[in-house]
């Protein structure tokens, strides 16, 4: 059974991403969404902490990138971009949704 | 594939009321059901009627609105949520001797079991919130 966690506050103001990335388990997928975004820009301890956990996948939204001017160049190895259908075809592959507010 | 969506947030505050009807929105394009859309804590200021954004920002009441019709929502505030925050409908309205209900077109309030039955109906049941 795999989770697809959603995360979306800025690891820079809450501890939800490095909590959620730890607690997430192999086969899960963890979407940053809103604030969070800002924890796929390369060379930060949270991103750092991203590409460390190679047992899940990590996606980033597009549009939240992109309304804070964070372009795919600027993101961390292993983070992939998807727009809001992605969004919902992570919730349909994963059996579960969970939401780190 | 048959959705839940929670919305436990108001408009205009952070990103969760526009999120989540982002998700919704892509949910129905995409060809699958919404059970239902629960608003939930300060997200039920998200089903008044009388919201006035400015006329060039986004109008997330009407938004949502909108999106009910075109796909026959369900959408559900809460009532004691709802309450403390005077949203009201004309029978809430009129029992707690009110001069005026302010709930916008597409929602309804009715109780927390509806988000439990949501949650046993629904395939997948998504949050958005604070």
Request: net charge negative; aromatic share 8%; hydrophobic share 40%.
């Amino acid at each position: 059974m795999s989770i697809l966690h959603t995360v979306n506050k800025s690891p820079f103001e809450k501890q939800s991403l490095s909590s959620c990335v730890a607690h997430a388990s192999h086969g899960d997928a963890v979407l940053m969404i809103e604030d969070a975004v800002y924890g796929a820009v390369s060379g930060t301890a949270a991103a750092a902490q991203l590409e460390e956990n190679k047992n899940i996948s990590i996606y980033a939204l597009g549009p939240d990138l992109n309304a804070r001017g964070l372009g795919e160049a600027k993101l961390a190895e292993g983070v992939n971009v998807v727009d809001y259908n992605g969004f919902v075809e992570l919730a349909v592959e994963h059996d579960k949704t969970q939401s780190w507010l | 594939m048959k959705f839940g969506i929670v919305v436990n947030e108001g408009p205009y505050t952070h990103q969760a009321a526009d999120t989540a009807y982002q998700f919704t929105k892509s949910v129905l394009e995409k060809g699958h059901d919404v059970y239902r859309v629960f608003f939930y804590h300060d997200g039920v200021n998200v089903g008044t009627r009388m919201t006035v954004p400015p006329q060039d920002e986004r109008h997330i009441q009407r938004n949502w609105s909108e999106l009910a019709e075109k796909y026959d929502l369900d959408m559900v505030v809460c009532i004691a949520a709802a309450q403390r925050r005077g949203i009201m409908d004309e029978n809430e309205a009129k029992r707690q001797g009110l001069d005026g209900d302010n709930i916008a077109p597409g929602f309804r309030i009715s109780g927390l079991g509806q988000l439990i039955e949501a949650g046993i109906q629904s395939d997948r049941l998504v949050t958005f919130g604070d």
